[in-house]
């Protein structure tokens, strides 16, 4: 197989047969806790003056929304506590009546004006205790309301783990909203879409760097494929890459300190590294098959890629310098675009089962598989939330492409976005 520009939507699209399917039931995926391994929270009450009423029931939605999908919480709804009429503040006493009531967290939350501000001040005491566990204190403008919730989400995530919530990070991904291929930006469940290029042209798999300031991708802008960074903080773009032939697949090490690609500078598709300014070129696979789709391990010593050099598309592994080379995926004849999991159990990967692109995960030693995905239309494109617990994912199990979150076993799918305008890869944020 040689990769041309006219080919490159096929190379998403090839036979496959025959991976052992494990549906959302494989151990290795168990990031998920079960229920009764949750911890009960319950928003006890969130003390709006009427004016900002409206906002109330926003607030609880996003919140409650935000620690479901964290995995760690239970969401609880004890019955409303007579003392807290009126908007008074739990005491110690209300907070032990719920934790008689199977609440080991309890959440109270008031919102109030400051100027054009609005404030909103969070606390979360114990349950068996009544003592204050946390309280924060936040001030935006009502347009940022969302934002807030999602923060306050996350540090309750942090007081009770120590590990960084994932409801302040966002989603980069391609879309043909306006007819052109155009790169967009969402909040992690799906609201707050925003346009962030207007190239008017193609353009194809953004990728984060570590520190989530720049998006790197594909742009056919300048009529030819090259890899350009967008700087989101400043609005700077440059090109970055721009060899002869194609330059794509992009995906930044690890250390920040440069990024690896596909070129076919040399023929067929190659897997190149290049420092942080675009420079020093060094070829890191030396066979005459086609290796693209490069995604590192997150140790940064490793890196997982797709390679034809047996035949059909295949999951390979290979040291950070190219060196010891292995195949990682045998099951079926069209494995692809692999992604490698935050805390490295696991890789996930686009893989066809009975006709239909699925997504597929395996051990990094490859003594595991599972299928993450069923049901009607074609999966891929899959992408890792910073805390290895999700996956989202395109589809066109609904529409023509949107995009779908899925807990990391395959389970509790949700819908993220709805125009259908080929929403596709994908790219979670740090």
Same mark, same amino acid.
């Given at each position: ?73 239970r969401?609880? $709804?004890?019955?409303?506590?007579p ?66 919730? $999602? ?18 990070t966002?989603?980069?991904?391609t ?29 194809l ?56 690609f ?13 420092d ?36 059909g ?33 696991a ?84």
């Amino acid at each position: 197989m040689r990769i041309r520009r006219s080919v490159l939507p096929l190379l998403f699209m090839v036979l496959w047969a025959g991976v052992r399917p494990a549906l959302g039931a494989e151990v290795f995926l168990s990031a998920t806790r079960s229920e009764s391994e949750k911890i009960p929270l319950a928003l006890l009450q969130v003390v709006a003056p009427e004016t900002l009423a409206k906002n109330t029931s926003d607030i609880r939605t996003v919140l409650e929304s935000d620690l479901r999908r964290s995995q760690i919480f239970r969401m609880v $709804h004890p019955p409303p506590f007579p003392e807290l009429a009126g908007g008074a503040e739990p005491t110690a006493d209300v907070i032990q009546k719920a934790g008689k009531q199977d609440v080991q967290a309890a959440a109270w939350i008031t919102l109030s004006q400051n100027g054009e501000d609005l404030v909103m001040e969070g606390r979360v005491y114990d349950g068996k205790t009544g003592q204050l566990v946390m309280g924060k204190r936040y001030l935006g403008q009502t347009q940022y309301l969302r934002s807030i919730i $999602h923060r306050f989400s996350d540090q309750i995530v942090s007081q009770y783990t120590g590990e960084k919530g994932i409801a302040e990070t966002r989603v980069a991904f391609t879309s043909l909203l306006t007819g052109n291929k155009e790169l967009y930006l969402m909040d992690y469940d799906g609201y707050n879409v925003r346009k962030i290029t207007n190239d008017r042209s193609l353009n194809l798999s953004p990728r984060w760097s570590p520190d989530g300031n720049w998006l790197t991708y594909t742009s056919y802008r300048g009529g030819s494929p090259f890899i350009y960074t967008l700087d989101l903080m400043s609005g700077r773009l440059w090109k970055m890459v721009g060899y002869a032939g194609l330059n794509i697949s992009p995906a930044w090490s690890p250390s920040g300190k440069g990024m690896v690609f596909a070129g076919t500078m040399d023929g067929p598709a190659q897997i190149y590294w290049v420092d942080k300014e675009g420079k020093g070129l060094r070829r890191l696979t030396m066979d005459q098959s086609d290796n693209l789709s490069p995604a590192w391990s997150p140790t940064g010593t490793e890196m997982a890629f797709t390679s034809n050099r047996g035949g059909g598309p295949q999951i390979y592994v290979m040291n950070a310098d190219g060196t010891n080379v292995r195949r990682l995926t045998f099951d079926g004849d069209y494995n692809t675009s692999p992604v490698w999991s935050p805390k490295g159990t696991a890789i996930a990967y686009a893989c066809r089962i009975d006709g239909r692109l699925r997504v597929c995960a395996i051990s990094p030693d490859g003594s595991k598989t599972a299928q993450l995905t069923d049901g009607p239309g074609e999966d891929e494109s899959p992408t890792w939330s910073p805390d290895g617990r999700h996956l989202i994912f395109s589809s066109t199990r609904a529409s023509e492409g949107d995009l779908f979150m899925m807990n990391a076993d395959g389970m509790d799918v949700e819908r993220l976005t709805f125009s259908g305008a080929k929403n596709n890869g994908p790219s979670w944020s740090p």
